[in-house]
Nanobody, 126 residues
Framework: QVQLVESGGGLVQAGGSLRLSCAASGRTVSSYAMGWVRQAPGKEREFVAGISRSGGSTVYAASVQGRFTISRDNAKNTVYLQMNSLKPEDTAVYYC???????????????????WGQGTQVTVSS
């Protein structure tokens, strides 16, 4: 079973950038298709981005397409979310997530993910 720990969150002004990292332990991240999900105050969890096990395929929510980039470095056992042109509506707790180990493709919804980190807060001020 994989354990996931997010880092890199913080407070940033609108238009700024942040890079989130997700470090895996227990099993190598190369065994999993990975993703990022967020939850804003008072709202349900929302899919943000997903990446296939090989890293060759990515998928994004429409709300972040063109601004966010998901990537992975299997040698470092880490997945990243580069967030540019941040908006106040991007404020949320961001969670790293992994699909079940036999899944290869990137997941596109909350229910596609089986393992979760504890989250990192991202706050974008206007």
């Amino acid at each position: 079973q994989v354990q996931l720990v997010e880092s890199g969150g913080g407070l940033v002004q609108a238009g700024g950038s942040l890079r989130l990292s997700c470090a895996a332990s227990g099993r190598t991240v190369s065994s999993y298709a990975m993703g990022w999900v967020r939850q804003a105050p008072g709202k349900e969890r929302e899919f943000v981005a997903g990446i296939s096990r090989s890293g060759g395929s990515t998928v994004y929510a429409a709300s972040v397409q063109g601004r966010f980039t998901i990537s992975r470095d299997n040698a470092k056992n880490t997945v990243y979310l580069q967030m540019n042109s941040l908006k106040p509506e991007d404020t949320a707790v961001y969670y790293c997530a992994a699909r079940s180990s036999f899944m290869v493709r990137a997941g596109t919804g909350i229910d596609d993910y089986h393992y979760w980190g504890q989250g990192t807060q991202v706050t974008v001020s206007s």
